[in-house]
């Protein structure tokens, strides 16, 4: 296995939180710094991943059986992981990754129906030491960000609920892992989230 020089940011969040652009301007402002920056999403990132986004999000994937569910997520990050993440942190590169293990930990297994030490122990197999040096959670109330969601896919079309619980996961896994997850709070202007990002990334570089 190559020997890891990169940097390894993942952000995270519920629903309309902003993650995207927000992985965006990221990626932007450390390229201006003179970093090489790999930006991906999850699910995706490869031909593979991007057919199995497609099945875990069309809403006429219907309920697909949780275990199966989770080992699709689990099949397009080893993918990702294998063919983009550890290549390009073995090239020394900042990978930005818009979601990753603990958004399966939060969806499939918090406010999901898999048992959370099964998440984890395969999380543990998929990623084999992988492991984010940071992430930015992006936190906003639930009602804020569904309001942000235009054409809702599976996940965003299940009740407030099921979202309550995927924010309470969250802060959750920041309290558990205080020094790798830092929570930004996200219902702000885009600006105002962004700075509060790049002095996170800036505070973790020194
Ligand atoms: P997202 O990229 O936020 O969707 P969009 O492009 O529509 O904003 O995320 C895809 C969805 O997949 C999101 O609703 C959360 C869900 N998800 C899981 O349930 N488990 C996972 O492991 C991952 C990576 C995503």
New binding site residues.
């Given amino acids: 296995m190559s020997r890891r020089r990169g940097l390894f940011i993942t952000l995270e969040g519920p629903?309309g939180a902003g993650?995207?652009t927000q992985a965006r301007r990221l990626a932007g402002w450390l390229r201006r710094r003179g970093r090489k920056v790999l930006l991906t999403?999850?699910?995706g990132g490869t031909p593979i991943g991007m057919k199995l986004r497609r099945i875990?999000?069309d809403k006429r994937s219907g309920n697909l059986d949780p275990l199966v569910e989770l080992c699709l997520?689990e099949a397009a990050r080893g993918e990702l992981l294998r063919r983009v993440i550890r290549p390009a942190l073995a090239a020394g590169k900042v990978v930005v990754l818009?979601?990753?293990?603990d958004?399966?930990w939060v969806?499939?297994g918090y406010a999901g129906a898999v048992d959370r030490k099964l998440v984890e122990r395969l999380g543990t197999v998929v990623l084999a030491g992988c492991e984010p040096d940071l992430t930015l959670l992006l936190d906003l109330p639930v009602r804020r960000g569904l309001a942000r969601v235009r054409r809702p896919?599976r996940?965003?079309a299940k009740p407030l609920r099921f979202h309550e619980t995927v924010r309470r996961g969250y802060l959750f896994l920041s309290r558990r892992f205080p020094r790798r997850i830092r929570r930004i709070a996200a219902d702000r202007s885009l600006q105002e989230v962004q700075d509060a990002i790049q002095r996170e990334v800036e505070r973790f570089l020194r």
């Fill in positions: 629903e993650k995207s999403r999850e699910p875990l999000l997520y818009d979601r990753f293990q958004s399966t969806y499939q896919n996940f965003e």
